[in-house]
């Protein structure tokens, strides 16, 4: 699997479906797996920066570093639960734990005001000075009653985020 000479057989397809959560149709794995094929130039098995780079859409992206963490390196499998946050069929629970992961850069279960600072100037760029952008985020924290000492796990962003309509849906043409 991962070869872009080879095929993926059914029992291949039922694996990575499994893996996923059943999460995507076995169509929508095949589809995936071709797109996996394309950006996978060299057919190592895996997908590197450079090749994730390769997609405009994903270049342009204000967070393309950070999601460049969680990628690069991805078999076949990995990139399909990665995307499956993306999915129409994903429940909000699993999209919060993907942006989670964004503002958890140093992977330790907590996000710091400094996490949060760093997305926001990655997201605002250069519309906002730092000092706008850590005064802005200083009064929200506020307004919420937390602090710039104050932290936050999964639980904390699932409390937060799980009454709100995340919409993060990527549509997987079906040939």
């Excluded at 992977?107 to 926001?120: M, S, Y």
Aim: charged share 25%.
């Amino acid at each position: 699997m991962g070869n872009a000479s080879s095929m993926l057989t059914q029992y291949d397809i039922e694996e990575v479906q499994e893996h996923c959560n059943k999460l995507f149709s076995q169509q929508e794995i095949v589809s995936l797996y071709e797109r996996f094929c394309q950006l996978d130039r060299n057919a190592k098995g895996f997908i590197s920066a450079d090749e994730f780079l390769s997609v405009p859409e994903f270049a342009m992206n204000p967070l393309s570093q950070r999601l460049l963490k969680m990628v690069d390196g991805l078999n076949f499998k990995d990139f399909v639960a990665f995307l499956s946050a993306f999915s129409t069929k994903a429940s909000l629970k699993q999209k919060i734990e993907l942006i989670f992961k964004v503002y958890d850069s140093d992977c330790n279960g907590k996000v710091a005001f400094n996490d949060i600072l760093e997305v926001l100037k990655d997201l605002t760029g250069s519309f906002m000075t730092d000092k706008q952008t850590e005064q802005v985020l200083s009064h929200v924290l506020l307004e919420a009653g937390y602090t710039r000492e104050s932290s936050f796990r999964l639980a904390d962003f699932v409390k937060v985020l799980g009454n709100s309509s995340i919409k993060m849906d990527v549509e997987i043409p079906v040939d």
